[in-house]
């Protein structure tokens, strides 16, 4: 046993060992500064972000910052919807599921996640315990979803966007405990786009700059405006800036990290093979996907 | 009659009609303070050291040397208190005078040890250097401002921001410079709150006495209600573009291994290359829909606004 560890190590990777960026989920995540140019750190385990602002104000780019966080996190599994395409089709390769412009897929993805939500919780109560830590049995599960409205709203019938708003609902409310983590983007998440009661659940907030004062309280919550929050105020050129809610509980007005998509690309290729080293990725299976979805 | 009373030397009146503290000047409000000081102190430690004094000598002698000592403690803390609204001008400036100091002695020094071009070489070498030195520079000009500011937000407390009966304004903890302008700890006394720096245009008008941007208060602790922060902003952060330091995380000689996504030929790209069909229900779907429902839209590439997810 000893023996073939020693001869193991060296014989699959010469020179390039591909070790994970030694990231984890549970650093917290960097999100970018505030107004006074202090660093903003994001902690996502055990919580979910909602992402909002108008067409153009950054929203996917913050999602791919915290995506590529969790993309070098080597414990970390990612299922990502995006029915736009290409805001997270640069991490097609590092991910687990990548759901495109298909609803039913998303649906399915979804079952997914909800069905080892349960398995999770089952094994935890037999285990006695109420939620995971670091360095657990398994790892965590990033949900991410840009473009929700897509899904909820526009494509497929009225039953099917209810059955995913319901699930991602579900998924939200107890995915907390068992490392498995949403993060969503839409451009207005009002009552038509999404059900309220799952908009009320995501923890974090941001909301990137928002054509009226109504929209920005919209996703920071109700009476934030008349306190002086409002991400209307946000100049329309200063893209990635916006009002976050996090820890202090108090919008604070910060400026994301931006990634630019040579950058993405690299974090995502050094992802994928350090995830394909590792065993992480269901590469074969996914493919498999992408040849049915090619071939119908 | 009044007159006298008024004058009692515990320093109040015990007519209660004239006990008129905010209209006081402030020296003779400050000269009660010290004589109730002065009576407290001589009375407590007076007690004490008479105890103490007459277990070694006789009581009268014992009560006689508490009594000196009491009086001695209590001058002393009467002139600190007379003394204080001197000393804490000082105190205020501390830092100015401490850098004037050593800047005149410095000086004398240096023209005493050194011949005159010797002493104007170092000086303009202590000078220049670090104004020629960009970052240096800005962070001694941040520091300047720091102090800068906490003069004018002094000022500001005494001038225009409410404070209690007695006239004691907050305390003025540390500054610190941010990338934005300055950051300030100001420890509020009783009678103040955070919802009076809060009140509509305090915080406008404490932007223009720090020739500044913004001001934003906030509490700057969870445990205490007195601690806040003053944050002053000057510059605008946010308009830079802030990189993401997760590419750092990536070592550079990654072997060109990435997998590419199965490619796809260009078609149906432009609209003429995408028939006008009637809308139907999903052909992927198990379940019939039912066909009339005319917000059903099967395929991306028709029902697809693009203004919607830009
Ligand atoms: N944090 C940022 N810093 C600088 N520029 C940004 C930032 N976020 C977005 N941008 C710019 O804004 C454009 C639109 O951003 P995007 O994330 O696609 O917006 P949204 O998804 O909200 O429509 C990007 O192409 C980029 O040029
Ligand atoms: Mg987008």
């Known amino acids: 046993m000893d023996l073939t560890d020693t001869i193991e190590l060296p014989t699959t990777s010469p020179d390039t060992v591909p070790v994970g ?37 950054g929203k996917s780019s913050l999602l791919n910052t915290i995506v590529g966080h969790a993309a070098l996190c080597p414990d970390v599994r990612l299922c990502l919807l995006d029915g736009k395409q290409v805001e997270l089709g640069l991490w097609e390769d590092a991910c687990d599921v990548f759901v495109g412009p298909d609803l039913n897929h998303a649906i399915r993805t979804l079952r997914r ?64 405990a068992v490392g498995i983590i949403v993060a969503a983007a839409t451009q207005r998440p009002s009552s038509d786009i999404i059900p309220t009661s799952l908009r009320d659940i995501f923890a974090w907030r941001f909301a990137g700059r928002c054509t009226t004062d109504v929209s920005s309280d919209i996703v920071l919550g109700h009476g934030w405006a008349a306190r002086g929050f409002s991400s209307n105020t946000i100049d329309p050129n200063n893209q990635g800036a916006g009002y976050l809610i996090s820890e202090g509980g108090i919008p604070a007005l910060v400026k994301a990290a931006y990634m630019t998509d040579a950058d993405i690309i690299r974090v995502a290729d050094y992802a994928a093979w350090t995830r394909r080293q590792s065993g992480l990725t269901t590469t074969a299976e996914r493919h498999a996907t992408t040849d049915i979805k090619a071939a119908a | ?82 003394a204080w ?49 960009g970052p240096v520079r800005r962070r001694i000009v941040a520091w300047i401002w720091c102090l800068v500011v906490r003069h004018r937000l002094r000022m500001c407390f005494a001038a225009f921001i409410a404070t209690n009966r007695s006239g004691s304004l907050p305390l003025i903890l540390l500054a610190r410079p941010t990338p934005a302008g300055e950051r300030v700890w100001v420890w509020l006394r009783p009678g103040l709150s955070l919802r009076d720096l809060e009140q509509d245009g305090q915080v406008q008008k404490l932007a223009v006495a720090c020739w500044a941007n ?97």
């Open chain 2, 1 to 82: 009659m009044s007159k006298s009373t008024s004058r009692s030397p515990f320093g109040w009146s015990n007519r209660g009609g004239n006990v008129t503290v905010i209209e006081a000047p402030v020296a003779r409000s400050y000269r009660r303070r010290a004589t109730i000081a002065f009576w407290v102190t001589l009375g407590v430690v007076g007690l004490l050291a008479a105890t103490v004094a007459s277990h070694y000598l006789h009581p009268i002698l014992g009560a006689l040397l508490g009594g000196v000592i009491g009086v001695a403690v209590g001058a002393v803390v009467f002139a600190l208190i007379v």
């Open chain 1, 113 to 176: 996640a909800q069905t080892v939500m349960d398995n999770r919780y089952t094994f935890l109560k037999a285990r006695r315990r109420r939620k995971i830590g670091p360095n657990d049995l398994f790892g965590q599960i990033l949900v991410a979803c840009d473009e929700i409205a897509y899904f909820s709203a526009t494509a497929g019938d009225k039953k099917d966007q209810e059955l995913f708003a319901a699930l991602l609902r579900d998924i939200v409310a107890r995915g907390r």
């Open chain 2, 214 to 310: 913004e001001v934003r208060v906030m509490r700057a602790s969870r445990k205490y209600a007195a601690l806040i922060r003053v944050d002053i902003t000057r510059r605008e952060p946010l308009a830079a573009k802030v990189l993401s330091p997760l590419p750092d995380y990536v070592p550079t000689d990654v072997p060109a291994n990435a997998p590419t996504s199965p490619g796809m030929p260009p078609v149906g790209l432009d609209l003429p290359d995408v028939p006008d069909e009637p809308v139907t229900a999903p052909t992927d779907t198990p379940r019939p829909r039912k066909p009339r429902n005319p917000t059903t839209t099967t395929s991306p590439s028709d029902g697809f606004d693009p203004s919607d997810y830009a």
């Open chain 2, 85 to 133: 609204p001197v000393l804490r001008v000082f105190w205020h400036w501390l830092t100015e005078i401490v850098l004037g100091l050593v800047a005149v002695y410095g000086w004398n020094a240096l023209m005493q040890s050194t011949p005159l071009w010797g002493s104007l070489l170092i000086v303009a070498l202590v000078v220049g250097v670090p104004a020629a030195i």
């Open chain 1, 21 to 57: 960026a030694g990231l984890s989920i549970f650093d917290p995540v960097f999100l970018g500064i505030d107004e006074f140019g202090q660093p903003v750190y994001l902690p996502m385990i055990y919580r979910n972000i909602l992402i909002g602002g108008e067409p153009g104000a």
